[in-house]
């Protein structure tokens, strides 16, 4: 009985450890170096090579909802400072600018986690990079996403490339041209984001002057293929970087999809993180998103989706009203008055 198993075990020792232990002791460990050539090769069980939820979440944020995203981090020393500057300044900039609701106008935004503004999404998109490039822990890189060993254009490099960082404007340009070029939209520049974070951790590299075009190129090729329901060919974007060759972009595109393991599962709960955190990014930087008045167009349109949402609910509701209904339905069912005679 259990009783005899504990009085023979200190108070201070569960039973399920030393009866683990003692199970250990009769299973030797097989390793590498004790399989015979007849048994084959050693394969170790995917269980064993992935990491505990904690560290896992640690090192790879772009995988874990609740995990806190890379550029995020990045851009907190960035905004202490200017908070201290207009602390010591006296200076409030963007209160001024920034519009507020009152009783007789109300202000709302067109971006939405669904449909996002596709110019506000690129300008955050954008300075997520350039704070990844400015707040660089290091230079790591590899040679297939270097400019000058792989150029993009047949002008000469410049010598300084890799040390002068870029600014916001110049990265907000190379993007732009992409995504207008190619037509794709602003939830293909927050998955790009996405498969960048996921590049650097995977790859255990930087972004850094030197390389932070093909990188990005290399994601955006991926994002849209991945996200669009037409993706745009290498070809097509030969087209618009005339100097490239497509050779080259498919050994961009092989490099990167090795380099992420071929994870290229972006979750909703991920994309919807990196979502609100830019919009995060674009408060404290003042990069605020498109305010204007609600007039009587766009309130039709809200009242109309807002109609369709409480359809589809209703529906769901009498689906879930059937003669002999499970526990886990009875959300929405409506309970019948008593008839008090």
């Not at 090192?59 to 851009?75: G, V």
């Not at 519009?99 to 669904?114: A, E, L, Q």
């Not at 996200?227 to 990167?256: G, P, S």
């Not at 609100?276 to 990014?281: G, I, K, T, Y």
Request: hydrophobic share 35%.
């Amino acid at each position: 009985m259990g009783g005899s198993v504990s009085c023979c075990i200190s108070p201070g020792e569960s039973p399920k450890v030393h009866r683990r232990e003692v199970e250990l002791e009769e299973c030797p460990i097989t390793t590498t170096e004790d399989v015979s050539e007849d048994t084959g090769t050693y394969l170790q069980h995917i269980s064993d090579r992935e990491l505990p939820d904690e560290l896992a979440q640690e090192a790879n944020p772009s995988d874990h909802p609740r995990a806190s995203t890379l550029f995020l981090n990045k851009s907190q020393t960035d905004v202490r400072e200017k908070r201290k500057s207009n602390y010591l300044n006296h200076m409030s900039p963007g209160l001024l600018t920034k519009k507020y609701s009152s009783c007789s106008t109300i202000f709302i935004d067109d971006s939405t986690v669904s449909q996002p503004n596709l110019k506000s999404t690129i300008k955050c998109v954008a300075l997520a990079i350039y704070y990844h490039i400015k707040n660089r822990d290091s230079n790591r890189s590899l040679d297939i996403f270097d400019e000058k060993k792989h150029p993009l254009t047949r002008e000469k490099v410049p010598d300084d490339y890799s040390v002068v960082d870029p600014e916001h404007k110049l990265i907000y340009r190379f993007i732009r041209t992409l995504f207008s070029s190619a037509q794709l939209t602003a939830e293909c520049a927050i998955v790009t984001l996405v498969y960048l974070e996921r590049l650097l951790t995977y790859a255990e590299m930087d972004i850094c002057p030197c390389n932070w075009k093909r990188i990005v190129l290399g994601a955006i090729l991926l994002a849209s293929k991945v996200w669009d329901d037409q993706a745009v060919w290498n070809v097509d974007y030969c087209q618009i970087l005339k100097d490239i060759t497509v050779e080259d972009m498919n050994e961009m595109e092989r490099h990167f999809l090795e380099l992420l393991q071929f994870n290229i599962n972006v979750p909703a709960s991920v994309y919807a993180k990196y979502y609100f955190d830019l919009r995060s990014l674009a408060d404290e930087n003042n990069l605020s998103f498109p305010l204007e008045p609600l007039n009587n167009k766009r309130a039709q349109k809200l009242e109309a989706i807002s109609r369709l949402c409480e359809d589809k609910y209703k529906d769901l509701c009498k689906s879930a009203m059937r003669r002999s209904v499970s526990v886990d339905n009875l959300v929405g069912i409506k309970n019948t008055h008593a008839v008090l005679s």
